[in-house]
C-alpha cells in the first residue's frame, strides 16, 4: 500500500523567512496530494492540492511542486507570519475508495 | 461551501457505556465518509470508510464490533464506541468526499475522555 514519509517534523522559522516542507510517496499510481493545516485541537483544513498532472501550483504566499518521476512533492510558505504556526500534514491519495494516506506532520513555529 | 459538522464536541463518559458520534455533510452529498482517530501530536489515523447504504470498509486493526459505523444517508455518517474504555479516550474526526471529489473536508472533531 501507500506510504508517505514527511520531513522535517519540526521547523522553526522567523517572520518573514520561507518555509518548506517535504514528502515522499511510495506508490506511482497516487494522483492527488493535499496539504492540511491544523491548529491545535481543531480541523485539518485544505491549504492547497496538486494532482499528478500538475508540476506546480501556486496560491498568494503558498505553493506546492510534484516531481513524480521522483514521487515526492513539497509545500512552500513564503513571508511567513505567526499564524502560519500550525502542524501541517502532506497526503497522498491512495487505494480504491480515495483514501488519503497522511504523513506524520509537520510543526511549524514563526517567531515573531 | 463544503461544510462538515461533527456532534458532540467532546464527551465524557463511563467505562462500559457506548457513545455515538455523528458526522453530517452541510452543503453537499457524501458519497463517502472517513472516520480517523488521533492521538495528541500525532497524525490522523484512518479507521474506516463508509459509503452510503453499504457496511463500512474497516482498517486493519481496528475492531469493527467495537467502532459501529453506519452511513444511512448522503448527510450522516454515525460513529458508535460500544462498551468504552479510557484506551478508547481520543480525538475522533470525521471527513466527508462527494462522488468525483478528490477532496475530502473534516469535521471538526469529536474529544473523548472515557472515565
Known amino acids: 500500500g501507500e506510504n508517505v514519509e514527511q520531513h522535517p517534523s519540526t521547523l522553526s522559522v522567523q517572520e518573514g523567512d520561507s518555509a518548506v516542507i517535504k514528502c515522499t510517496y511510495s506508490?506511482?499510481?497516487?494522483?492527488?496530494f493535499p496539504w492540511y493545516k491544523q491548529e491545535l485541537g481543531k480541523r485539518p483544513q485544505l491549504i492547497i492540492d496538486?494532482?499528478?498532472?500538475?508540476g506546480e501550483k501556486k496560491d498568494q504566499r503558498i505553493a506546492v511542486t510534484l516531481n513524480k518521476t521522483a514521487k515526492h512533492f513539497s509545500l512552500h510558505i513564503t513571508e511567513t507570519q505567526p499564524e502560519d504556526s500550525a502542524v501541517y500534514f502532506c497526503?497522498?491519495?491512495?487505494?480504491?475508495?480515495?483514501?488519503?494516506?497522511f504523513g506524520k506532520g509537520t510543526k511549524l513555529s514563526v517567531k515573531p | 461551501g463544503a461544510v462538515v459538522s461533527q456532534h458532540p464536541s467532546w464527551v465524557i463518559c463511563k467505562s462500559g457505556t457506548s457513545v455515538k458520534i455523528e458526522c453530517r455533510s452541510l452543503?453537499?452529498?457524501?458519497?463517502?465518509m472517513f472516520w480517523y482517530r488521533q492521538f495528541p501530536k500525532q497524525s490522523l489515523m484512518l479507521m474506516a470508510t463508509?459509503?452510503?447504504?453499504?457496511?463500512?470498509?474497516?482498517e486493519q486493526g481496528v475492531e469493527k464490533d467495537k467502532f459501529l459505523i453506519n452511513h444511512a444517508s448522503l448527510t450522516l455518517s454515525t460513529l458508535t464506541v460500544t462498551s468504552a474504555h479510557p484506551e478508547d479516550s481520543s480525538f475522533y474526526i470525521c471527513?466527508?468526499?462527494?462522488?468525483?471529489?478528490?477532496?475530502?473536508?473534516f469535521g471538526p472533531g469529536t474529544r473523548l475522555t472515557v472515565l
Open positions: 471527513s466527508a468526499m462527494a462522488g468525483g471529489w478528490d477532496t475530502q473536508y
Open positions: 506508490d506511482s499510481a497516487s494522483n492527488y
Open positions: 496538486i494532482r499528478s498532472n500538475v
Open positions: 497526503a497522498a491519495k491512495g487505494g480504491s475508495q480515495g483514501n488519503l494516506i
Open positions: 452543503d453537499f452529498q457524501a458519497t463517502t
Open positions: 463508509s459509503n452510503e447504504g453499504s457496511k463500512a470498509t474497516y
